[in-house]
């Protein structure tokens, strides 16, 4: 299995541009989460699916930042328009519903840099 | 709502020594708990996890974690580590499973090791 995939790895952008980071969760499973990692927030739920529906968003920092998941296999978290105070790493992960017992799978992250 | 404190941001230990990373959860019944372990610039990597049964549960890598529901913790051990154990270290807590079930982090612990 590949694996949950994040693209891009790396994205350095100026304040004030639209950003997009991609997600593909591994094949079968049906929640996909999307975190952010600061080293002053630690690592933080931003928002989570289930079967392609929002669940909680509840921490979602502001309308600035929207997420979307149009099928099982991919998934999108969008900034626009992007500032400084978004850089952070930001990771997906997913979770197969038919074991039952919470684990995550993460990918290796995507670290984004606002100018 | 769940929440999980690991009050060691930073812990220093010599080579063969044993570690001790401390967890404490809050929730109103017993959750899922899990020990996850990151490497610079990697995702993040399931060491164990706790949904029930025997109270003690190990882990790969040589890591073993107990639940103590009187204390609501949930330490991570290792009798002798290794200089690769260095890491961070974070634990989480869910709630017993459901599809609308989700996973909060702690802050971290910072594992650096002593030659």
């Known amino acids: 299995d590949a694996g949950v995939i994040q693209s891009p790895r790396h994205e350095v952008t100026e304040m004030g541009q639209e950003v997009t980071l991609r997600c593909k969760p591994i094949s079968g499973h049906n929640s996909l989460f999307w975190y952010r990692q600061t080293m002053m927030r630690g690592l933080e739920l931003l928002i989570y699916f289930n079967n392609n529906v929002p669940i909680d968003d509840s921490g979602m920092p502001e309308d600035r930042f929207s997420a979307k998941m149009p099928n099982a296999s991919f998934s999108t978290l969008k900034i626009q328009p992007s500032e400084p105070r978004d850089s952070a790493v930001y990771f997906c992960?997913?979770?197969?519903?038919?074991?039952?017992?919470?684990?995550?799978?993460f990918g290796e992250g995507s670290r984004l840099t606002v100018l | 709502a769940q929440s999980v404190t690991q009050p060691d941001i930073h812990i220093t230990v010599s080579e063969g020594a044993s570690l001790e990373l401390r967890c404490n959860y809050s929730y109103g019944a017993t959750p899922y708990l899990f020990w996850y372990v990151q490497s610079p610039g990697q995702g993040l990597q399931l060491l164990l996890k706790?949904?029930?049964?025997?109270?003690l549960v190990q882990g790969i890598k040589g890591f073993e974690a107990e639940f103590k529901r009187s204390q609501s913790s949930f330490n991570l051990r290792k009798p002798s580590v290794h200089w690769s154990d260095a890491a961070e270290y974070f634990c989480a807590v869910g709630t017993p499973y459901s599809s609308a079930s989700k996973i909060i982090f702690g802050s971290g612990t910072r594992l650096s090791i002593r030659p």
């Open positions: 992960a997913s979770r197969p519903d038919s074991q039952n017992t919470g684990e995550l799978f």
């Open positions: 706790y949904f029930s049964g025997d109270t």
